[in-house]
Structures are given as C-alpha cells and as structure tokens.
C-alpha cells in the first residue's frame, strides 16, 4: 500500500475509522483540535457519528454511554482537558467498558501553554482518577507508530474491556509524516459486546454499575480488576532498545514519544565518534516494561549511569527508579514550557555525564 503525506492528529483521525470507529464524542482544544476537525469530515463520507459536546466532562460521559451499549467508540483532548475527564474515566474502568482516549500532551501545569510537553506521564500511567483503576497508555514517537497503536489501541480495549489512552504531545500531533495504513478497507466490526447494556423486553437483563454498597462485593470486584491488571501488565508490555546490540555500553539513555527521536540523533552522533550509548524507550508506558529496562541497565559498563531525558520536570524518572531497583545512579535532563531540546542539548548533556563517570 502506498504511503500518504499526513500531521499526525488526521493520521490518528484516519487510523480510528480503519480501526472501525464510527462514534466520536468530543471537544476543541489546541494541540489536538485536528482530530475532530478531520473526523468531522471524514465521518460525512463514511457514515460515521460525530457529536461535538459541551465539554470535556459532556464528552467522556457520552463515550461511557456510547460505550456502555456496546459502540465502538473514543475521544481525544489535550492536558487540561484530559483532566477534566478523570472522574468519567474511572466509571468507564469500574464498568469494565472499552474505548480509546487521545492525549495530545501540551505544557502545564494549568492552563499552561499550547506548545508539546510530556508532563502528563504520571496522569497516564496512574490512573489520575479516583480508586483502585488503570488505563492502558501507549506511547508512539512518530506518526506511524501513531497509526499503529491507534489499531492496537482498539484491540486492547476491546481484549480487556478497559479503557485506553493513547499519549503523544503536540509535535506527533501536528509534524507530517509519511505514513502506510494496514488496509484500504475499513474494520467494520463491533465491539464484541456480550456484556453490553441493554433494556429489551424478550433479551436477558444486563446492567451497567459501579456501585457496590457492600463492602465484601466491592472488595471481590477490585481484586477481578487487579487480576486483569496483572494480566495486562504479564501480555502487553511493548519497548524499544535503541543501539543496544554492543555487549556493553558507556550508558543508557532513558526517553519515551517524541523525545526518544531526538535522543537517537544524539545517540548516532555519539557512535560516529566511537562512544556507544543506549536507548530504552517504552512504548506501553502502562504497563510499564519493568524487567526489559532493568535488562538493559545490566549492559551497562562497571560504573556507568542512566541519564533520563524528558520534556517534564521529572515523571517518567519514577518508573526508570523502580526498574532500577537501586542498581545504579540516575541522572536527569528535562525541560517544561514547551521547550523542546535539540539533538545537540543531549548530545552535551550525555557528554557531561559521562564526565562524571571518569575516575578522578
């Protein structure tokens, strides 16, 4: 199949609707608003549902609704918005409902600014609304990857009937790429759908809760979400190790999205000079790849160091910890704003770093 010339916020628009998702429920918000631009007009063509809500809070409660009967569904937002749908969020997994939500990442906190960030890592990966609950949360760092997981992203939604979060920032959203669709035709199935919502006299009763008011029921109800949870976490976790191939290497490089692209041109430069460094990127940034980066943290030469690199105070920096298990010093760049470094800002920074490494 022949490539098309995208941005990647229509690239995600198209992705969806190969995917078979006729039903979008949203609202406009900068960086992502080319999303339901674009399936606002696609979805003319293909007869496909498109409501422009209220609000974000109106629209993540439309797709627990729409969810709720058994539609395949989603939305996208940016940051701020996001936010506003943690509370709908964790109905929609305490119900045990499938869709697919789009994060655009913008910089915050607040309002913040319109230009690409990672600072909402931490709102992906933990839940960010109330109770024991987990999104699946993907993370691509380009605009085919994008397409690719927005396909994956309706699979895994559908196999654990769970919502999942898709995570780029502001550059995957409007950069264009070449991208390949897996297929000319579009996936016209449903949602499976045996559990799904409904009312008709003549057909078995089926309900829709989250609320349990016993607490031995609610307690028996977390421990089957934990059991999916650890199923999810034991099947789906998804990485890259970038220049990982030599035996050992001066040090690795922590980065995920976008950042992890810059991080490789830095990491290429690094190897013309005859220094080997490393790339972990996470892909599923939940579950997190726990063991993988660990793995690769055991490449690491004696006294060698992990430098993580965001475009964040500091979150993906918590999961790098965990991995590491005390195993070895981790040092952090990282910026916020919507400052986005430069290969060449990596570059020197890995070389300070691996200054520090030098014996005295």
């Known amino acids: 199949m022949a490539k098309v010339l995208m941005k990647g916020n229509e690239a995600l628009g198209e992705a969806a609707i190969r995917a078979g998702c006729m039903h979008f429920f949203g609202y406009p918000i900068t960086p992502q608003t080319e999303i339901p631009e ?14 422009q809500a ?8 439309m797709v627990y609704g729409a969810a709720g009967v058994g539609i395949k569904c989603m939305t996208s937002s940016s940051s701020p918005g996001i936010s506003l749908m943690a509370e709908g969020l964790s109905y929609i997994a305490a119900c045990e409902l499938p869709c697919v939500i789009i994060n655009i990442m913008r910089a915050g906190p607040g309002l913040g600014g319109i230009l690409p960030a990672q600072s909402d890592y931490l709102q992906a990966t933990r839940g960010h609304g109330h ?42 959203g409007q950069m264009m790429e070449p991208v390949e669709f897996p297929s000319e035709e579009f996936d016209e199935t449903t949602w499976s759908g045996e559990w799904a919502l409904t009312g008709c006299e003549g057909r078995e009763r089926r309900i829709v809760n989250s609320l349990f008011l016993t607490p031995e029921t609610l307690h028996e109800h977390n421990l089957k979400l934990k059991r999916k949870y650890d199923e999810i976490a034991a099947n789906e976790k998804r990485w890259e190790l970038y ?17 992890a692209r810059i991080c490789k041109t830095a990491i290429d430069e690094l190897k013309s000079e005859g220094i080997e460094v490393a790339l972990f990127r996470p892909v599923s940034i939940n579950p997190f790849p726990y063991e993988a980066c660990h793995e690769a943290m055991a490449k690491i030469k004696d006294g060698g160091r992990v430098l993580d ?6 979150q993906l920096i918590y999961d790098i910890k965990l991995a590491a298990e005390g195993s070895r010093e981790i040092d952090f760049f990282g910026t916020a704003g919507g400052i986005v470094p430069s290969p060449d800002q990596v570059y020197e920074k890995i070389r300070e770093v691996l200054r520090q490494e030098q014996p005295a």
Request: glycine share 10%.
């Open 243 to 259: 220049n990982g191939e030599a035996e050992g290497y001066e040090l690795l490089v922590t980065a995920f999205g976008t950042m």
């Open 309 to 314: 690199v965001e475009m964040s105070m500091g």
């Open 131 to 172: 109770g024991d609950y987990q999104l699946i949360s993907l993370a691509p760092s380009s605009v085919q990857e994008a397409v690719d997981l927005m396909t994956l992203a309706f699979e895994l939604a559908d196999k654990y009937r769970n919502p999942v979060m898709v995570c780029g920032d502001g550059m995957i």
């Open 38 to 51: 674009y399936l606002v007009r696609r979805y003319a063509e293909v007869g496909g549902k498109f409501v």
């Open 54 to 61: 209220e609000s974000e809070l109106a629209s993540i409660n």
